[in-house]
């Protein structure tokens, strides 16, 4: 190879190196620019994903109905810890009073109240089943920067006690859900509420 083409290939595979690596940094730039669209549309789209962990103690008091069929009433108090980078704010206090019936399920109310005092609202349904049992929770509304609070959460609840006085304790599975807030001009941090 004369001492020309030489120079021409090494400045070739130079190049081609500069190519590639300049070919990769476009790549990079374009694909975190194609995330932050996404991660935008989220956030502004007011939804608040999270999952977390409720735990309570309170008070049953059950009936027998005839035959296997049991009917329930129970009040709960507990604390709520919610995880994810769009969780509406990471705990609240949370308590929930419960009708179950064995034979036609559970049905109930939940406050979730945070540390300056605002509450979300909830409906509960659930159900029972061979696997275990499934409770749905539905935003009905809220307080303060949770006003209009609308979506769902889910989990399943287990009971870590349980005794013959009526006393309850337990904590939920794989609890997760998604909020919006009504944002109202006149209320400053409205439908923003990650601490």
Known sequence: MSGGSFRAARWLRSDGWQRSFLLFVALI?????????????SEDSGWHEF?????????????????????????????????????PALGFRAEAVVLNDS??????????TDDTDNHVYSELRGETTSAGNRIVGTFVGGSGRYKGATGTYEFSWRFL?????????????????KVRFLSTPDEPGAGTSKP
């Open 51 to 87: 999952s977390g962990t409720w735990t309570a103690a309170g008070s049953r008091r059950d009936i027998g109905l005839g035959g296997d069929r049991r009917a329930s009433v129970a009040d709960y108090s507990g604390s709520l810890m919610l995880y994810g980078s769009s969780r």
């Open 103 to 112: 034979a036609t399920g559970l049905t109930g109310r939940a406050v979730w």
């Open 161 to 177: 006690l349980e005794n013959e006085d009526g006393v309850v304790q337990g904590q939920s599975m794989g609890l997760s859900g």
């Open 29 to 41: 730039l374009a694909g975190v620019g194609a995330v932050s669209p996404v991660q935008a549309a």
